[in-house]
């Protein structure tokens, strides 16, 4: 490894390196080996996401030398109101007069496209990664000039972990959770039985009208190379529509998830009268099904039901391979409350690099918290473990 920047800290140092002081590390092999999105991912993200992100890799190793974790992180010049839609008009009038109202150059922690986790080499290392991490991040980002530290969407199962960060310094908000569905069916109508009266009336009505058009027509490959003109400008349909953006995944993303992770990655994709209409990437791993993107033709979406029929064949798929659970991404909440989805929440660890504004900063962060301005969460069963 070839680190251009050491940071010292009680127990060890951290070192920050770029993907090419990482590419002989059996170390990073290991540190995401457990995870859906493993060490693949992180280098198929930085290699094709668009030239907003600065990506980096802390490899943190304790006294003795031995590396137990490595960890991704990026810079990223972040909308403070991105998750209070309302003001996205106002904002944006403003700053035609000040560009970069209300943004800040911030240090994240975890994926720029999809949960973060820890890189730990050694399972059972989350409180010693995150206390490595609490040790160093200040003075990396100090030195990048970046106003903010944020780990960007973590699950709730690290919240032991990182009780240390919130007992100095950080302060913990939701982020807009994923959902998660178990699958313990036999079949998609078994699945449906479960469901609520006047839910299974109006999937099967839609489904009807579905049949009595030009059938649908489902194909699942590994590689969408091949197709990925056709995808990608439903894939923008989709973003384009969404009230929240962080990142823009590109062309170049879609090819190189099938060729560099063919055992974890499958495409779904829907033809209507000899044309795609709709997408999915998922990825699979552990007996889990990660539904992470999806693209629409919005000229037919509607009148298709295509949100529906998508989610109806990929649950079909995913109980015919034996998996155990469906996992989505964030957002689109409505559909998956009275699908029977429920919550899985994410976490988001923030503080300010200088002391005297993140003593008042926790205030700041319950007003642009994004899930307070969604109503639809509130409704789901276990909205109270955001």
């Not at 007069?97 to 240090?107: E, F, G, I």
């Amino acid at each position: 490894m070839h680190a251009f920047r050491s940071i010292p800290f009680q127990g060890g140092v951290a070192k920050a390196v770029s993907a090419a002081g990482l590419r002989e590390s059996e170390s990073w092999r290991r540190a995401f080996q457990a995870e859906a999105k493993d060490s693949r991912f992180y280098e198929i993200v930085e290699q094709t996401l668009d030239g907003s992100f600065e990506h980096y890799y802390l490899v943190l190793e304790d006294s003795s030398g031995r590396t137990r974790a490595i960890q991704p992180v990026f810079f990223v010049r972040q909308n403070l109101v991105e998750g209070i839609p309302a003001l996205h008009s106002l904002v944006k009038a403003l700053r035609s007069a000040s560009p970069r109202l209300l943004t800040m150059r911030v240090l994240m922690v975890g994926c720029a496209a999809g949960e973060g986790r820890l890189g730990v080499c050694q399972a059972g290392d989350e409180a010693w990664a995150a206390a490595a991490l609490h040790a160093a991040l200040p003075v990396y980002a100090r030195s990048h000039k970046a106003s903010l530290v944020v780990f960007k969407d973590f699950r709730s199962e690290y919240r032991t972990a990182f009780h240390f960060l919130v007992q100095n310094g950080y302060t913990r908000v939701p982020s807009m959770p994923m959902t998660r569905l178990p699958l313990p069916y036999s079949d998609f109508d078994d699945y449906l039985a479960t469901l609520s009266k006047a839910t299974r009336k109006d999937l099967r009505r839609k489904f009807r009208k579905a049949e009595n058009t030009s059938p649908l027509e489902l194909s699942v490959v590994i590689d969408a190379s091949s197709v990925v003109d056709e995808i990608y400008p439903l894939y923008l349909q989709v973003q384009a529509r969404s009230t929240m953006k962080f990142e823009t995944l590109t062309k170049d993303y879609f090819r190189a998830l099938g060729r560099h992770m063919p055992d974890r990655v499958r495409f779904f994709l829907w033809r209507w009268k000899g044309r795609i209409v709709a997408f999915s990437l998922c990825l699979v791993h552990d007996g889990a099904i990660y539904d992470d993107c999806l693209g629409l033709d919005y000229g037919v979406a509607l009148d298709l039901h295509l949100y529906f029929l998508t989610f109806r064949d990929i649950i079909r798929w995913s109980i015919a391979q034996g998996l155990d659970r469906h996992l989505s991404s964030p957002l689109n909440y409505g559909p998956k409350l009275h699908l029977g989805c429920d919550l899985l929440p994410l976490d988001l660890y923030v503080m300010h690099t200088s002391p005297w504004l993140n003593r008042i900063f926790p205030f700041i962060l319950k007003l642009l918290e994004p899930t307070r301005h969604d109503p639809t969460l509130r409704r789901f069963a276990n909205a109270h473990e955001l």
